[in-house]
């Protein structure tokens, strides 16, 4: 099995950064692509960023430009990096983990992930 813990959300203004992380343990070596989702109140949950162990990259359109995933090996943790955060970036962040590697993100998106964080909260005020 694997255990994947979240840290670093909080409240933050709006146009201001915050930095997750995601530390796993267990099967580590049974992880390949990793990703951050999140949900907001009364919507689904939404693939934000992705990233394979061949570090190919995958983001939300409304990601693109202001996030950054990015993820250390050594220290078996994945980071998201959120610049010029918005009102509707509020949300519940998971970090997920799949023991296979898809051509395609949009993979993910319709089945999900293998392994899932309990998740970190994200608000951004006005």
């Known amino acids: 099995q694997v255990q994947l813990v979240e840290s670093g959300g909080g409240l933050v203004q709006a146009g201001g950064s915050l930095r997750l992380s995601c530390a796993s343990s267990?099967?580590?070596?049974?992880?390949?692509?990793m990703a951050w989702w999140r949900q907001a109140p009364n919507t689904e949950r939404e693939l934000v960023a992705a990233?394979?162990?061949?570090?190919?990259?995958h983001y939300a359109d409304s990601a693109k430009g202001r996030f950054a995933i990015a993820r250390d090996n050594d220290k078996n943790t994945v980071y998201l990096r959120m610049n010029s955060l918005k009102t509707e970036d509020t949300a519940v962040y998971y970090c997920?983990?799949?023991?296979?590697?898809?051509?395609?993100?949009?993979?993910?998106?319709?089945?999900?992930?293998?392994?899932w964080g309990k998740g970190t909260l994200v608000t951004v005020s006005s």
């Open positions: 267990g099967n580590i070596f049974s992880i390949k692509a």
């Open positions: 990233i394979t162990s061949d570090a190919r990259t």
């Open positions: 997920a983990a799949d023991k296979i590697d898809r051509y395609s993100f949009r993979y993910y998106e319709i089945y999900g992930m293998d392994y």
